[in-house]
């Protein structure tokens, strides 16, 4: 395996970067710009309509020499390969993650321990394909006859988050022409969303898609469970649906789950266990992560969305990105500088909290996925030999919308004590589509508006008060420290294939930082205790288990719960 055997913090370019940083931590973003007026060109790159632009990082050309030498050493050329290639990344569950693998063309071929595996990744796609054309032909009907107006993804995590974040994201992309068919989601295990849509829709034209790939979790199956009963309590008996006849000849319970329900999941045993049927199943493979699986069939809610021929938009972008990861020399490749600036924050400025702020409402869902996608994958203290780290590892990563965040938590980034490291990411053009004229220069001054704001506070977090030109001093409370990194990423659109690029350039950053703190980011033991814990505290709250053994905060709390429900 190509990996480095040794721990970061042991190799030469590490010491090296420690005392450099020694110096750098002293000088202020503004003498960096300052100094080097090409300070844009040498830190910007560009590939697959993706703008990266680093230069208002905490760094200058020194620091990227050492950490590319970093980089070489800690194996991320090897490592890359091994990844793209198919090769067991993932110690911990002895597999490969192969995400990579869902976005080649039809004609590549990837051969895995000895078998190709491109034929059945798009015999996967092409089944979908035809899910979806029935659906959006108006064919798909239940159990009553009428076709399918409202499809509810039920899923979390990575079975909710990656298809929620693209169908927002994409949703100026809906083909026309279509038999209409509204997405939802519903993901907490409460059942508030689930709720809202039972009191809405009509179970006659509504259809789930149970997206789990264990089809064990907890929080889906409850609200798979839910959603059957309220469609065979109110189906079998539809005499008091809207246009019942009396006559209607009854529905049968299996008629209604085969009609209502579509599966996703990497076990079609326990799709069959759970009443899936066969032809209404998708697969997908173990080798899949479920934050990294948006890419196949758990996409099916994006292709409802926008249709295949985007849905393979999306998927060509992340491609070009994949390619451009493998064969771009590290000193230009857009993921590997990506996860080097963040090793430099992390580990060496001591900046380990990060705001994700894009500058487009599409992109609502966009800080929420990369939460998970960050988080979950090198939320890490273990190495991949499974000894302890005693170096930092993935930081807090939050955001949300910047224009919103700029009226919430910005003051925070602005004047607070924390360091905050942000990514400010921004399409640059928009509404080109808008066909009535006035409405179009309308939005599109919005939308320069909302650039303005963007470039204007990843300035002022970078120069502070000397954004200004303002002579005198000013008082404490008015002042800005600046000297805050951040990275800017622009789109030249949003389109499928753009976002495809954007959504891979971080799955590849999060890999090549999980390389250099050698850490498995395909895992996510860390969840499983929870969940664990879960069960048993249910069965105590459920009067099955011994409450004594508690510590006294948990027995407080069911206590109050009993006397809440005795009330
Ligand atoms: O509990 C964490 C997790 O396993 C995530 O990794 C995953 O995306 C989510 O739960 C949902 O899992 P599944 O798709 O198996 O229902």
Redesign the pocket.
């Known amino acids: 395996m190509a990996f480095a055997t040794a721990t970061p913090d042991t190799l030469p370019a590490w010491q090296t970067l420690q005392q450099h940083a020694q110096a750098l931590k002293h000088v202020h973003l503004k003498n960096l710009f300052g100094d080097d007026p090409g300070r844009w060109q040498h830190f910007t790159r560009q590939v697959a309509g993706l703008t990266l632009d680093l230069s208002k990082q905490r760094w200058d050309d020194d620091t990227l020499e050492h950490l590319l030498a970093l980089a070489h050493e800690a194996g991320v050329p090897g490592a890359i390969e091994a990844l793209l290639s198919g090769k067991r990344v993932n110690v911990s569950e002895n597999r490969p993650a192969l995400h990579t693998a869902l976005r080649l063309p039809a004609d590549a071929s990837l051969d895995v321990e000895g078998e190709d595996i491109v034929e059945a990744v798009h015999d996967s796609l092409a089944q979908m394909e035809r899910l979806v054309q029935r659906l959006h032909a108006g064919q798909w009907r239940g159990a009553t006859g009428k076709p399918i107006r409202h499809v509810v993804n039920l899923?979390?995590?990575?079975?909710d988050l990656g298809p929620l974040m693209v169908t927002h994201a994409l949703s100026d992309y809906r083909p026309r022409d279509i038999h209409p068919v509204e997405v939802h989601f519903a993901s907490t295990m409460d059942g508030s969303q689930l709720a809202d849509y039972l009191s809405r829709f009509n179970p006659e034209t509504t259809l789930f898609v149970l997206?789990?790939?264990?089809?064990?979790?907890i929080d889906?199956l409850s609200n798979a469970n839910t959603a059957r009963d309220w469609l065979i309590g109110r189906l079998t008996q539809h005499a008091d649906l809207p246009d019942a006849s009396p006559h209607a000849k009854p529905i049968s319970e299996a008629l209604i789950v085969r009609q209502h329900f579509i599966g996703v999941s990497a076990s079609p045993e326990k799709m069959s266990e759970w009443g899936i049927a066969s032809d209404h199943q998708l697969m997908f493979w173990e080798w899949v992560?479920?934050?990294y699986s948006l890419w196949g069939t758990i996409g099916l809610p994006i292709a409802l969305v926008v249709g295949m021929a985007h849905f393979r938009e999306l998927l060509a972008g992340a491609h070009a990105m994949d390619s451009h990861f493998r064969d771009a020399p590290l000193a230009d490749n857009l993921p590997v500088l990506l996860g080097l600036a963040g090793i430099w924050n992390v580990n060496f400025l001591d900046i380990r909290a990060h705001s994700i702020l894009p500058y487009d409402g599409r992109l609502e869902y966009f800080a929420a996925y990369l939460e998970?996608l960050e988080m979950?994958s090198n939320g890490k203290s273990v190495t991949r030999q499974g000894q302890a780290v005693n170096y930092s590892t993935c930081p807090v990563l939050w955001g949300q919308l910047g224009p919103n965040a700029q009226h919430a938590f910005y003051q925070l980034l602005h004047q607070g004590t924390q360091p905050v490291v942000c990514d400010f990411i921004a399409p640059l053009k928009r509404y080109d589509e808008v066909e009535e004229p006035d409405t179009r220069r309308h939005l599109k001054a919005q939308h320069r508006l909302a650039l303005a704001n963007c470039f204007a506070q990843s300035r002022v977090l970078m120069l502070g008060d000397d954004a200004l030109d303002e002579d005198g001093p000013r008082p404490e409370h008015k002042r800005y420290r600046g000297n805050q990194p951040s990275t800017t990423v622009l789109l030249d659109q949003l389109t499928p294939a753009t976002l495809g690029a954007l959504i891979a350039l971080y799955e590849h950053k999060v890999f090549v930082q999980a390389v250099i703190w050698d850490i498995n980011p395909f895992d996510?033991w860390g969840?499983e205790l929870g969940?664990q814990i879960a069960t048993d505290t249910q069965a105590i709250i459920d009067g099955e288990g011994d409450i004594a053994r508690m510590d006294a905060s948990s027995r407080g709390l069911i206590e109050a719960l009993w006397a809440a429900e005795q009330a």
């Open positions: 899923g979390v995590g990575g079975s997206s789990s790939k264990s089809f064990t979790t889906t992560g479920g934050r998970q979950e996510q969840v969940k």
